[in-house]
């Protein structure tokens, strides 16, 4: 029996199953840099952790988190509609119990038809004023927080053993069919080459 018939199917399968699985650890191992013979030696995502933390906290504030798509969302009429049977509510009852609690002799003046005017004024003025303050409130807000930054800080404070569990929690099974389907390939090949090495 000629070894060879085992060996190089054998080395082939290894040459497709091996860059496979050395890609997967170099994804995040060394965790920490280290030198060999000049060169810097560490996994892809320690490496770049910090690049992707800021492309992904760009990303999240641009499409997930924009402050011009949350004012104009707020600010939209329709969510003041939804609001307006509450807002209608605390209205009537200031008028009602809260304006006769702290001012009496005014609340003996005001009766069902003043209440109801009254309510239609502070209605319609708060419908006005509504989008006005809820632009305001965004505008501040965007000033205080810098949610790229944020998102940013996060997504780079969170370990690289929590990225690789979560990693192969997810991939890993067809990560790892896909090594052992390469492998295979490889052992094909080898059989090929003996085969037509031999009709050779």
């Known amino acids: 029996m000629h070894y060879g018939w085992i060996i190089l199917p054998l080395i082939c399968a290894f040459i497709g199953w091996f860059p496979i699985w050395i890609g997967i650890r170099l994804l995040f191992h060394p965790v920490k840099a280290w030198n060999l013979m000049g060169f810097r030696i560490q996994g892809i995502l320690p490496a770049k952790q910090k690049q992707f933390a800021e492309s992904l906290g760009k990303l999240a504030a641009m499409e997930f988190f924009s402050f011009g798509k ?55 003025e708060l419908e006005t004023l509504f989008p006005v ?14 949610l790229e930054k944020l998102i940013s800080e996060k997504i780079e404070g969170i370990p690289i053993e929590s990225i690789e569990k979560l990693f192969n929690m997810k991939l890993f099974n067809q990560l790892r069919s896909l090594s052992y389907l390469a492998g295979c390939f490889g052992f094909l090949v080898g059989l090929l ?3 037509f090495g031999i009709l050779g």
């Open 70 to 124: 949350i004012t104009q969302k707020l600010t939209d009429p329709t969510n003041f509609s939804r609001i307006l049977p509450m807002v209608d509510e605390h209205i009537d009852h200031f008028l009602r119990v809260k304006l006769a609690e702290q001012m009496p002799m005014i609340s003996m003046f005001i009766g069902d038809k003043t209440i109801a005017e009254l309510k239609k004024v502070f209605t319609a």
């Open 133 to 146: 303050i809820m632009k305001n409130y965004i505008g501040e807000l965007e000033k205080e927080l810098n």
């Open 193 to 195: 080459l003996i085969f």
